[in-house]
Protein backbone atom coordinates (compact mmCIF):
# COMPACT_ATOMS: atom_id res chain seq x y z
CA UNK A 1 0.00 0.00 0.00
CA UNK A 2 3.03 2.43 0.31
CA UNK A 3 3.92 2.69 -3.27
CA UNK A 4 0.96 4.39 -4.54
CA UNK A 5 1.44 6.78 -1.94
CA UNK A 6 5.33 7.90 -2.95
CA UNK A 7 3.99 7.84 -6.72
CA UNK A 8 1.35 10.70 -5.89
CA UNK A 9 4.40 12.57 -4.05
CA UNK A 10 6.64 12.56 -7.18
CA UNK A 11 4.10 14.01 -9.67
CA UNK A 12 3.57 17.50 -8.49
CA UNK A 13 6.68 18.83 -7.97
CA UNK A 14 6.88 17.63 -12.21
CA UNK A 15 3.72 19.42 -12.94
CA UNK A 16 5.15 22.37 -10.76
CA UNK A 17 8.42 22.55 -13.18
CA UNK A 18 6.38 22.33 -16.45
CA UNK A 19 4.11 25.09 -15.09
CA UNK A 20 7.18 27.51 -14.58
CA UNK A 21 8.81 26.40 -18.23
CA UNK A 22 5.38 27.25 -19.79
CA UNK A 23 5.60 30.86 -18.08
CA UNK A 24 8.56 31.19 -19.05
CA UNK A 25 8.13 30.68 -22.46
CA UNK A 26 5.23 32.63 -22.62
CA UNK A 27 6.82 35.73 -20.93
CA UNK A 28 9.97 35.44 -23.52
CA UNK A 29 7.38 35.16 -26.84
CA UNK A 30 8.26 37.62 -29.46
CA UNK A 31 5.92 38.21 -32.48
CA UNK A 32 6.82 39.42 -36.13
CA UNK A 33 4.22 41.79 -37.25
CA UNK A 34 3.74 44.18 -39.99
CA UNK A 35 2.62 47.76 -40.29
CA UNK A 36 0.64 48.68 -43.60
CA UNK A 37 0.56 52.00 -44.22
CA UNK A 38 -2.68 53.61 -46.66
CA UNK A 39 -2.41 56.78 -48.41
CA UNK A 40 -4.09 58.03 -50.98
CA UNK A 41 -1.93 59.09 -53.54
CA UNK A 42 1.18 57.64 -51.99
CA UNK A 43 2.70 54.06 -51.84
CA UNK A 44 4.04 53.22 -48.50
CA UNK A 45 6.34 50.06 -48.25
CA UNK A 46 4.79 47.61 -45.67
CA UNK A 47 6.93 47.78 -42.43
CA UNK A 48 7.99 44.43 -40.53
CA UNK A 49 9.44 44.67 -37.21
CA UNK A 50 10.30 41.55 -34.56
CA UNK A 51 8.83 42.64 -30.91
CA UNK A 52 7.73 41.13 -27.48
CA UNK A 53 4.16 40.16 -27.50
CA UNK A 54 4.14 42.28 -23.86
CA UNK A 55 4.80 45.82 -26.05
CA UNK A 56 1.89 48.09 -26.61
CA UNK A 57 0.35 48.75 -29.76
CA UNK A 58 0.40 52.68 -29.58
CA UNK A 59 4.24 52.75 -28.06
CA UNK A 60 4.97 50.24 -31.60
CA UNK A 61 2.89 52.72 -33.43
CA UNK A 62 5.01 55.51 -32.38
CA UNK A 63 8.15 54.52 -32.63
CA UNK A 64 7.58 53.28 -36.43
CA UNK A 65 5.86 56.85 -37.36
CA UNK A 66 9.40 58.48 -35.75
CA UNK A 67 11.36 56.88 -38.06
CA UNK A 68 8.60 57.20 -41.46
CA UNK A 69 7.42 60.64 -41.08
CA UNK A 70 10.50 62.74 -39.88
CA UNK A 71 10.51 62.38 -35.97
CA UNK A 72 6.94 62.62 -35.82
CA UNK A 73 4.61 61.03 -33.57
CA UNK A 74 1.47 59.29 -34.78
CA UNK A 75 -1.12 61.58 -36.33
CA UNK A 76 -3.86 62.09 -34.32
CA UNK A 77 -6.24 61.29 -37.15
CA UNK A 78 -4.64 57.89 -38.14
CA UNK A 79 -7.05 55.10 -37.75
CA UNK A 80 -5.45 52.06 -37.12
CA UNK A 81 -7.32 48.54 -37.48
CA UNK A 82 -6.48 45.05 -37.52
CA UNK A 83 -9.12 41.90 -39.66
CA UNK A 84 -11.76 44.31 -39.71
CA UNK A 85 -11.80 47.42 -41.34
CA UNK A 86 -15.03 48.66 -39.21
CA UNK A 87 -12.95 48.30 -35.90
CA UNK A 88 -10.89 50.01 -34.48
CA UNK A 89 -8.24 49.01 -32.61
CA UNK A 90 -6.91 50.08 -28.83
CA UNK A 91 -3.60 51.14 -28.99
CA UNK A 92 -3.35 51.04 -25.21
CA UNK A 93 -3.58 47.22 -25.25
CA UNK A 94 -0.51 44.99 -25.59
CA UNK A 95 -0.13 42.77 -28.55
CA UNK A 96 -0.91 39.28 -26.86
CA UNK A 97 -4.11 40.54 -26.51
CA UNK A 98 -4.67 41.76 -30.26
CA UNK A 99 -3.43 39.31 -32.18
CA UNK A 100 -6.67 37.52 -32.68
CA UNK A 101 -7.51 40.72 -34.14
CA UNK A 102 -4.94 40.78 -36.75
CA UNK A 103 -4.50 38.73 -39.74
CA UNK A 104 -2.11 37.29 -40.84
CA UNK A 105 -0.27 38.39 -44.31
CA UNK A 106 3.18 36.98 -45.46
CA UNK A 107 3.75 35.51 -42.75
CA UNK A 108 3.47 38.45 -40.14
CA UNK A 109 0.54 39.82 -37.87
CA UNK A 110 -0.47 42.51 -39.82
CA UNK A 111 -1.50 46.16 -38.68
CA UNK A 112 -3.24 48.49 -40.63
CA UNK A 113 -2.40 52.63 -40.67
CA UNK A 114 -4.76 54.59 -42.87
CA UNK A 115 -4.19 58.04 -43.04
CA UNK A 116 -6.43 61.06 -44.63
CA UNK A 117 -3.16 62.26 -46.47
CA UNK A 118 0.26 62.23 -47.20
CA UNK A 119 0.95 65.79 -45.36
CA UNK A 120 2.79 63.60 -42.33
CA UNK A 121 5.60 62.40 -44.79
CA UNK A 122 6.41 65.81 -45.68
CA UNK A 123 9.85 66.67 -44.29
CA UNK A 124 9.30 70.12 -41.40
CA UNK A 125 10.71 73.26 -42.45
CA UNK A 126 13.84 74.29 -40.82
CA UNK A 127 13.77 75.85 -37.80
CA UNK A 128 14.43 79.79 -37.96
CA UNK A 129 16.87 80.74 -35.31
CA UNK A 130 15.70 83.44 -33.23
CA UNK A 131 18.03 86.26 -33.57
CA UNK A 132 20.03 87.27 -30.37
CA UNK A 133 18.95 90.20 -28.38
CA UNK A 134 20.40 93.90 -28.72
CA UNK A 135 22.94 93.87 -26.27
CA UNK A 136 21.87 97.10 -23.98
CA UNK A 137 24.88 99.83 -23.90
CA UNK A 138 27.51 99.90 -21.57
CA UNK A 139 27.13 101.92 -18.49
CA UNK A 140 30.28 104.13 -18.14
CA UNK A 141 32.26 103.73 -16.05
CA UNK A 142 33.51 105.11 -12.62
CA UNK A 143 36.40 106.23 -13.98
CA UNK A 144 34.62 107.69 -17.27
CA UNK A 145 31.96 109.30 -14.83
CA UNK A 146 34.58 110.90 -13.04
CA UNK A 147 35.59 114.94 -14.07
CA UNK A 148 38.78 114.88 -15.97
CA UNK A 149 41.05 117.35 -14.39
CA UNK A 150 42.49 120.65 -16.83
CA UNK A 151 45.97 119.83 -17.58
CA UNK A 152 48.29 122.11 -15.70
CA UNK A 153 49.43 125.28 -18.13
CA UNK A 154 53.32 125.30 -18.12
CA UNK A 155 54.34 128.65 -17.99
CA UNK A 156 57.08 130.04 -20.38
CA UNK A 157 60.22 131.00 -19.06
CA UNK A 158 60.15 135.37 -19.32
CA UNK A 159 62.10 136.92 -21.97
CA UNK A 160 65.71 137.73 -21.81
CA UNK A 161 66.21 141.75 -21.32
CA UNK A 162 69.40 143.73 -20.84
CA UNK A 163 68.71 143.68 -17.53
CA UNK A 164 68.31 140.21 -16.84
CA UNK A 165 71.38 139.15 -18.88
CA UNK A 166 73.55 141.25 -16.67
CA UNK A 167 72.46 140.11 -13.49
CA UNK A 168 72.70 136.39 -14.87
CA UNK A 169 76.40 135.61 -16.30
CA UNK A 170 75.74 134.07 -19.60
CA UNK A 171 78.11 133.19 -22.71
CA UNK A 172 79.00 137.03 -23.35
CA UNK A 173 80.93 137.17 -19.72
CA UNK A 174 82.35 133.83 -20.43
CA UNK A 175 83.95 135.06 -23.93
CA UNK A 176 85.02 138.75 -22.21
CA UNK A 177 86.67 137.27 -19.21
CA UNK A 178 88.57 134.72 -22.21
CA UNK A 179 89.10 137.74 -24.23
CA UNK A 180 90.74 139.46 -21.11
CA UNK A 181 93.26 136.50 -20.21
CA UNK A 182 94.69 136.14 -24.09
CA UNK A 183 95.34 140.21 -24.06
CA UNK A 184 96.99 139.12 -20.47
CA UNK A 185 98.87 136.77 -22.40
CA UNK A 186 99.87 139.10 -25.11
CA UNK A 187 101.07 141.49 -23.33
CA UNK A 188 103.30 139.67 -20.94
CA UNK A 189 104.67 137.48 -24.42
CA UNK A 190 105.38 141.45 -25.91
CA UNK A 191 107.18 142.80 -22.56
CA UNK A 192 109.29 139.55 -22.67
CA UNK A 193 110.03 140.18 -26.08
CA UNK A 194 111.53 143.79 -25.25
CA UNK A 195 113.63 142.47 -22.33
CA UNK A 196 115.21 140.34 -24.26
CA UNK A 197 115.65 143.25 -27.35
CA UNK A 198 117.41 145.17 -24.18
CA UNK A 199 119.86 142.50 -23.67
CA UNK A 200 120.33 141.96 -26.95
CA UNK A 201 121.36 145.63 -27.08
CA UNK A 202 123.58 145.98 -24.20
CA UNK A 203 125.96 142.93 -25.43
CA UNK A 204 126.28 143.93 -28.96
CA UNK A 205 127.36 147.71 -27.08
CA UNK A 206 129.88 145.99 -24.51
CA UNK A 207 130.71 144.10 -27.37
CA UNK A 208 131.57 147.22 -29.38
CA UNK A 209 133.33 148.80 -26.40
CA UNK A 210 135.01 146.00 -26.21
CA UNK A 211 136.17 146.04 -29.90
CA UNK A 212 137.02 149.77 -29.67
CA UNK A 213 139.52 149.09 -26.57
CA UNK A 214 141.31 146.25 -28.30
CA UNK A 215 141.88 148.54 -31.54
CA UNK A 216 143.69 151.47 -29.02
CA UNK A 217 146.14 148.90 -27.31
CA UNK A 218 146.76 147.77 -30.73
CA UNK A 219 147.90 151.68 -31.44
CA UNK A 220 150.61 151.91 -28.32
Known amino acids: GGKPAEKSSVAPEKRKSKQTKQVLKSSTKKLFIGIRCIVPGKNVPTTGICIQDKA ?5 LNAWAGGMM ?3 SLPSDARVTGTSETEVLDL ?28 AFERPP ?12 PKPSKVVQKVIKKPKVVK ?9 AAEAPGEKEVEKSEEQSQSRSA ?3 AKE ?3 ETEAKDDSDSDGEDGNAFDRFLEGL
Open 92 to 119: RLPLELLRKKLPVKQGRLTVSVALPSAK
Open 193 to 195: KDE
Open 70 to 72: HGR
Open 156 to 164: APPPVTAKT
Open 126 to 137: PEEKAKPAAKPA
Open 187 to 189: EAS
Open 56 to 60: ILGDV
